[in-house]
C-alpha cells in the first residue's frame, strides 16, 4: 500500500475513532442529573484515553508525523459533539486551545509508537 494511501486510510480511522468516542462519552453520561465539573471529568477521562491509544496505535502503523492524529481525532471529536450532543462546549476559540492541550498525552503516545516502530524495524534489518 502506497504511503498517501496508507495515510487516507488512517486519516478516515482517526474520524472514525474520535466520533465513536463521542458515542461512547454519551453512552456513559448519566442521565443528565451530574453536575458540570463530572461533565466535564468523564468527558476528559474518554477523550485522553481514546485519542491516546489509538495515537500510539497509528504511530506504530504510520511512524512519519505522529502528532498529526491526535489532533485530526480532537478536532473531529469536538466538531462531532455539536452534532450529537444537545449543547456542547464553551466558547471555540478557548474550546479549540483547551482541546489541543488535551491532545499533548496522545501526541506523546504517537510519538512512543513512532520510536517503537523505528526501533522494531532497525532491529529486523
Same mark, same amino acid.
Do not use: N
Given at each position: *500500500? $502506497?504511503?498517501?494511501?496508507?495515510?487516507?486510510? =488512517? %486519516?478516515?480511522?482517526?474520524? !472514525?475513532?474520535?466520533? #465513536?468516542? *463521542?458515542? +461512547?462519552? /454519551?453512552?456513559?453520561?448519566?442521565? @443528565?442529573?451530574?453536575?458540570? $465539573?463530572?461533565? *466535564?471529568?468523564?468527558?476528559?477521562?474518554?477523550? %485522553?484515553?481514546?485519542?491516546?491509544?489509538? /495515537?500510539? %496505535?497509528?504511530? =506504530? +502503523?504510520?511512524?512519519?508525523?505522529?502528532w498529526r492524529?491526535? !489532533? %485530526? *481525532? #480532537?478536532?473531529? &471529536?469536538?466538531?462531532?459533539?455539536?452534532?450529537?450532543?444537545? &449543547?456542547?462546549?464553551?466558547?471555540?476559540?478557548?474550546? +479549540?486551545?483547551?482541546?489541543?492541550? +488535551?491532545? =499533548?498525552? @496522545?501526541?506523546?503516545?504517537?510519538? !512512543? @509508537?513512532?520510536? !517503537?516502530?523505528? $526501533?522494531?524495524?532497525?532491529?529486523?534489518?
Amino acid at each position: *500500500m $502506497k504511503t498517501s494511501d496508507k495515510t487516507f486510510v =488512517l %486519516v478516515v480511522c482517526s474520524a !472514525l475513532v474520535a466520533i #465513536a468516542a *463521542m458515542f +461512547l462519552f /454519551s453512552w456513559l453520561q448519566s442521565d @443528565g442529573e451530574s453536575t458540570t $465539573k463530572e461533565y *466535564m471529568f468523564l468527558w476528559e477521562k474518554v477523550f %485522553v484515553v481514546t485519542i491516546a491509544l489509538f /495515537s500510539f %496505535v497509528f504511530g =506504530l +502503523l504510520e511512524p512519519s508525523s505522529p502528532w498529526r492524529w491526535p !489532533l %485530526v *481525532m #480532537a478536532y473531529v &471529536h469536538y466538531f462531532s459533539g455539536f452534532f450529537i450532543m444537545e &449543547h456542547w462546549g464553551q466558547i471555540p476559540p478557548f474550546e +479549540l486551545v483547551y482541546i489541543t492541550v +488535551l491532545s =499533548l498525552p @496522545g501526541i506523546a503516545t504517537g510519538y !512512543l @509508537g513512532s520510536f !517503537l516502530r523505528k $526501533k522494531i524495524v532497525t532491529a529486523q534489518v
